[in-house]
């Protein structure tokens, strides 16, 4: 908050709280380098690391504390885990060396890169669990069923990988022997390739995940339709895996949502209608679908900053908007259990309702309509001039922490992820593109999320 001017040109002021505030973070930043001295002299290796206040305080404290004791006693580090109070504040410790190691979103790496020299060292993964799913088109003579693809050639997704692609080769060796793979770089691709090359390709291979009926997401089918309408119709599924593969996920998206009735099939009819951006800080509720719309040349009339996803899908809901912008991610596990069905912005209101019916017509009246570029998960970084053997014994250490059932549950609560992966600074550059397209800059989110933790406090206090 800036000082107020005191009347007849006195000096700026804070207020008492917040000056304290400002001394007991410093003094809290003093005696961890105080504290990290004494043992370093004392023949321990030392680290501090900190977590971003993105999830309740006391959680992170308490499982970072959890992680810090693991590696402590499984590799003879001594770490400091800690939680300030400010994306800055994490930041600003990377650069001073107040800080070794940070647990940060994308944006706030950017920041700690350019300004101060961070590392990212590693990127958080998340699971989705997905089918796989093989396509044909319509019409007489055309397969229906994996035996007719004996001896013929199959658009074969490259995103379908590991355990998922083990499972379809199987299915398909034993019931369509013979059958040729034609490589295609995505679902979509392959889909592409089944629908324009009719004398290719006898059907597609795609990864699948449940959807609305109208969404233009889930696979490649639905995926394509946006690109080539009608697609769709001249294409089936004629097989799907039983069981559903847990797959990794480091990244999740940004999503143009319009209700089914709204005449919306394409982003260009947006064009000078009302829209909903979640905030102007959102990566995928503003900065990746702005450049989206901008990329497609739509110009939008009244800007509606609605202040959080559910309020995106509730304004495009009750059609105060054509359309909204929010995050997408494919469904896993939880949504299962929870019978939300999806993992997008939709699920958030979908809990609210009551049967499988309620919520099933919901995804039938809001939509998805297309999807931006990927977003990259948080990042794991270290300082500048941090000591590679020193950071390889953390890694070794990290990675058998989250081979434990409490490590991983721990790690869930700190990061909302399961498994940590090497990475280095290139994997952020269509990230920075991105930002360069929509106008706006790292420090301006950094400084947006800022305001919001601010005004959070501020609100917390006076509740009490």
Known sequence: MEGARVEGGGR??????????????????????????????????????LFVPSVEQGTLARRGNELAEFVKKDAGIVVRSAVPTSYAAVVQALGAAQADIAWVPAFAYVVANARYGAEARLQVVREAERYAVVVTRTGVGEPDALPALAGRKVAFSRDITDGLRAVLVEELSRWAPGWVEVPAPSDKEAVRLLVESASDVAAAASRHVFSGPRDLVGDGRKELEYDLPGSL????????????????????????????????????????????????????????????????????????FAGGHPNVIQAV??????????FYSPPGKVNEVERTFVADARHILMKRLPTDEERLAFLDTVRVLKLTDPVPNDVCCVRRGFPRPVWERFERSLQRFLA????????????????ARPIDDAAFDGFRAALKGAGISAGALMDAEEEKL?????????KK
């Open 233 to 304: 119709a001249r294409s089936r599924v004629v097989f799907k895996t039983a069981q559903p593969v847990r797959q990794h996920v480091t990244a999740y998206y940004g999503a143009v949502y319009t209700r089914t009735d709204s005449g919306v099939q394409r982003l260009e009819d947006l064009a000078g209608k009302p829209f909903a951006f979640s905030d102007a800080t959102s990566t995928s509720g503003f900065v990746f679908p702005q450049n989206l719309l901008n990329a497609h040349g739509v110009k939008l009339g009244h800007v509606y």
């Open 454 to 462: 601010r005004k959070k406090r501020e609100a917390a206090g006076a």
């Open 12 to 49: 700026p002021w804070l207020p008492r709280a917040g000056w304290g505030l400002l001394l007991a973070l410093f003094l809290v930043f003093v005696a961890g380098l105080v504290r990290r001295e004494r043992l370093q002299a004392g023949g321990e290796q030392v680290i501090r690391m």
């Open 317 to 326: 809901l009750d059609g105060k908007v054509a359309g909204g912008a929010s």
């Open 404 to 419: 434990t059932p409490e490590g991983l549950r721990a790690y869930l609560d700190l990061v909302a992820a399961v498994a």
